[in-house]
């Protein structure tokens, strides 16, 4: 059953089902990753965008958006911004990327100066690749001691 179909508007999934759902030894990873680096809580929100309808986890930062996890069965989709401010140091990390990422940069678009990339991870690669660009995006705060 597809994920939009399991959890309609009127049901809200947890952040527990999500995972149950998805299945993925990325997902938790990449969300501790965030919550922990960047010190937010995830939004569970609802979506009738037709490219990517349903429940999907937003992460936002000093009212900045970091990026958007859409739920698939086996994966998660990451919408990852990339301003046209930082596409140099973007360029500049994609030759140690993986190609798929390489490709889907290269392939998308971009729009007002910046690129709105749609990266499916399915490999340990993506989830660090995807980790290192989000840093661009947002860089992680500097640790009090």
């Excluded at 609802?46 to 992460?59: A, I, Q, R, T």
């Excluded at 998660?76 to 940069?105: H, K, N, R, V, W």
Aim: proline share 8%.
């Amino acid at each position: 059953m597809k994920w939009n179909e399991s959890y309609p508007q009127n049901k809200q999934p947890t952040l527990a089902q999500i995972a149950e759902y998805i299945q993925s030894p990325f997902w938790n990873t990449f969300c501790q990753f965030i919550e922990t680096g960047y010190q937010v809580t995830p939004s569970i929100e609802y979506s009738k965008c037709s490219l990517e309808p349903g429940w999907n986890v937003k992460y936002k930062k000093s009212g900045k958006a970091l990026c958007t996890l859409y739920i698939h069965e086996g994966y998660f989709t990451c919408m990852l911004s990339i301003s046209g401010q930082q596409a140099p140091e973007a360029e500049a990390l994609l030759p140690l990327c993986d190609p798929y990422l390489q490709t889907l940069y290269q392939n998308t678009k971009p729009l007002n100066g910046g690129r709105w990339l749609m990266a499916n991870v399915t490999s340990e690669t993506i989830l660090e690749n995807l980790k290192e660009l989000l840093q661009i995006r947002v860089p992680l705060p500097k640790k009090k001691m």
